[in-house]
């Protein structure tokens, strides 16, 4: 009898894209999909821990499955429960091995942690979705936002090969898929491992991507953004897209194809300069502002939507009023917001205070919901 698989996704398009190459994976290996987890007994768990509310849904989801897998066994048929993704990712990095030991300790009914590393891009992805290809050209980040944990779960940061990429999105496009969409960490500094490498990329010249007038990182994103854009897709979208790192080459390159996206997801997190301090992210809020100001000015009908965290360590009324300031002079599409949660392993973890009292976090995240969204909220109504 053939055994069948189940994949269970938690977390972002990133995630989910991997668990479509991790699908690929279970297929070659002579397996077959189930269409329940009562029908498997060989379940993928692709995990989140962006925020402490996601690695708790793991938890439970996988305790959840130790009646199932008892039964099974009582049956002598197989149930293995392999955990994979950030949460795994985490726990490979740290070389104490606590949190791996505390992995096994809240998830007792897991047979096997395997890194996303294992995985690799030599198979071609099972897609899910019949319309939009994902394809992954970064994997990880250089950031360290402090208060994120995506440079210690998913590594530092790796551009996958140009040559690959197209390839990925031209076969896409002979399949039927009409719409792509690019995915990494920062998607903006695609490539810059490999200038920087001293690997030559089909001669194509690097953009260099300025920060205060100096030379920050160089791209080869706007290139591949424009190749993708050639293959003929209605759309060609991207994310993530770092604010600091969205260069006026990008800008160009995608005011030329009218096919790129004219929805830029940008996440400002906080409209105040001290607390983008804090968080390490390199930019001001009057940066932010022009970045926002020269992409509607060359393409006046672009949406703007962002992340916005607030009750970050330290945020006085005031520092989060300049939030509320920007936010009602960007005049947002959408905002996802998000109360602060302190994530482990996060230099705002070792060395900042989470001192926002939750009911002050609450007040502020329903205050700037009610400006940030409501138009929003409106055009939903109406769809
Ligand atoms: S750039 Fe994004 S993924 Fe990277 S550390 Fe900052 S928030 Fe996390």
Redesign the pocket.
């Known amino acids: 009898m053939k055994r069948k698989y189940f994949i269970h996704t938690f977390g972002c398009q990133q995630n989910i894209a991997d668990s479509e190459r991790i699908a690929a994976y279970c297929e070659a290996a002579g397996m077959e999909k189930a269409h329940s987890l009562e029908g498997a007994n060989y379940v993928v768990v692709t995990t989140c821990m962006i925020r402490e509310s996601a690695e708790n849904r793991v938890y439970g989801m996988v305790n959840n499955l130790i009646p199932l897998k008892q039964k099974k066994l009582q049956s002598n048929e197989e149930f293995t429960i392999v955990i994979t993704g950030c949460m795994t990712g985490m726990a490979v990095r740290d070389k104490t091995g606590k949190m791996m030991k505390e992995l096994h300790r809240r998830m007792p009914a897991a047979d096997q942690f395997i890194p996303l590393e294992e995985i690799g891009f030599e198979l071609a992805p099972l897609r899910q979705d019949t319309k939009t290809a994902l394809i992954p050209i970064t994997h990880g980040?250089n950031?360290?936002?402090t208060f994120?944990v995506?440079?210690f779960t998913r590594g530092r940061e790796i551009s996958r090969p140009f040559d690959a990429i197209v390839e990925e999105a031209m076969s896409a496009y002979m399949k039927g898929f009409r719409k792509v969409l690019l995915l990494g960490?920062?998607v903006n500094s695609y490539g810059s491992d490999i200038v920087l490498a001293g690997k030559k990329q089909q001669e194509l010249k690097p953009v260099y991507v300025k920060h205060l007038g100096k030379h920050r990182i160089p791209t080869l994103f706007p290139h591949l953004l424009a190749e993708v854009a050639k293959i003929g897709f209605e759309e060609v979208s991207f994310m993530?897209s770092?604010p600091w790192d969205f260069s006026d080459e990008l800008i160009d390159t995608i005011a030329q194809y009218g096919n790129i996206t004219r929805t830029f997801h940008l996440a400002v997190q906080s409209g105040d300069d001290a607390v983008l301090k804090r968080m390490n992210r390199w930019y001001t809020a009057q940066e932010y502002i022009d970045l926002v100001g020269r992409i509607k000015a060359k393409m006046p009908e672009s949406h703007v939507t962002t992340d916005i965290i607030v009750g970050f360590c330290g945020e006085t009324d005031e520092e989060f009023q300049n939030t509320v300031k920007m936010c009602k002079k960007i005049q947002f599409d959408k905002a996802y917001i998000s109360i602060y949660s302190n994530r482990r392993g996060t230099h705002a973890y070792k060395h900042l205070a989470d001192d926002i009292p939750h009911t002050v976090k609450d007040k502020r995240w329903k205050q700037l919901d009610k400006i940030v969204n409501k138009q929003y909220y409106k055009k939903e109504q109406h769809v």
Request: hydrophobic share 20%.
């Open positions: 980040c950031n360290f936002c994120c995506v440079p960490q920062n993530s770092n």
